[in-house]
């Protein structure tokens, strides 16, 4: 099978990349020109194109003189940069879009990497499913929004399209937010609201499986697939397991406060349009779940439950 992908080099591509070279795939691997070697080093067991997603006139010339049997779209630019409304929305959906007219013309399969952040950071309902509210709150969640929009179109013109929504990926070698809350919590830095919140995350090997099930099975083009763990956990739940595993003991009790100092550091991030904080914040204070039933059905996915799983994360955490 002859596959491109996209995004190879980053925490959830390099996983799924390492899943599909043990199988006799033939994969390309777009990167960006300014990638380290040691991280190119990786892709040892694929061709590297260097093209940056954000220089669409080089992507739509590399476009048209190859042909793939699946494109695997993971690569995008995520929230947390400062970069402009223009260049989120050039690598975010004009890229998406010149890699969908690709597979339509060759009748590939496309494989889109979207985000529950197409539901805003707190979704409008819980648990959030594929017709709750899109909310473009930040550059990233409205790029995806509109992503969608471009795929979900093509689907109508004969584009053989599935889109998977993961929530926030934990597994070794993730630096995002699932890491920086060991750290923290290591650290005796984490600060929680007194009331209590669900968070849903995702194990990063279920995420790799949903993404093989998509790639070698026939779905429904169009078909959108919220991926994460079997279950959402309470984040003092979490944050104490964390604790349990570092220091032998719990941590959130004794590290709670007014709710109302939680809103007022969301406030201010929203007003200095500091997207990094205000989703921290939020993602603190607010729930967060998803309806994934339909996903475990049709994707055949394992059970996974967030503890004691997340245990791989603090492991590494530990031994890095």
Not at 156 to 182: C, E, M, Q, S, W
Request: with cysteine; net charge positive; glycine share 4%.
């Amino acid at each position: 099978m002859k596959i491109l992908l996209t995004g190879a080099t980053g925490f959830v591509g390099r996983n799924v990349l390492k899943k599909i070279t043990q199988d006799t795939n033939e994969v390309t691997c777009l990167v960006r020109p300014c990638t380290e070697n040691k991280r190119l080093t990786l892709l040892d067991k694929t061709q590297i194109v260097k093209i940056n997603l954000t220089d669409t006139a080089l992507l739509r010339d590399f476009l048209e003189d190859n042909a793939f049997d699946v494109i695997l779209h993971i690569g995008a630019l995520r929230g947390g940069r400062s970069y402009s409304k223009k260049v989120f929305f050039n690598a975010n959906v004009l890229a998406t879009e010149l890699l969908a007219e690709n597979a339509l013309k060759n009748n590939s399969k496309f494989v889109f990497c979207s985000s529950v952040g197409v539901f805003g950071a707190i979704p409008l309902e819980l648990p959030a499913n594929d017709h709750t509210i899109r909310q473009n709150d930040t550059y990233y969640h409205e790029t995806k929004i509109e992503a969608e929009k471009i795929i979900l179109n093509m689907v109508l013109k004969g584009l053989n399209a599935v889109i998977i929504r993961p929530a926030i990926t934990y597994g070794p070698g993730d630096y995002g937010f699932p890491h920086t809350l060991v750290k923290l919590i290591d650290k005796k830095l984490l600060i929680l609201p007194k009331s209590r919140h669900k968070i849903h995350l995702t194990d990063i090997e279920l995420l790799v499986d949903a993404f093989v099930n998509v790639m070698n099975n026939e779905h429904a083009p169009g078909s959108a697939y919220i991926v994460a763990d079997n279950a959402p956990v309470y984040i003092d739940e979490l944050a104490n397991f964390i604790s349990q595993k570092l220091h032998n003991r719990d941590y959130a009790e004794k590290h709670k406060v007014s709710d109302s100092l939680f809103h007022l550091g969301e406030i201010i991030a929203t007003t200095l349009r500091n997207d990094l904080w205000q989703s921290r914040f939020q993602l603190l204070s607010y729930s967060w779940y998803y309806d994934v039933k339909d996903s475990y059905t049709k994707l055949k996915l394992p059970t996974i439950k967030t503890i004691p799983t997340f245990n791989k994360v603090i492991y590494w955490y530990k031994n890095k």
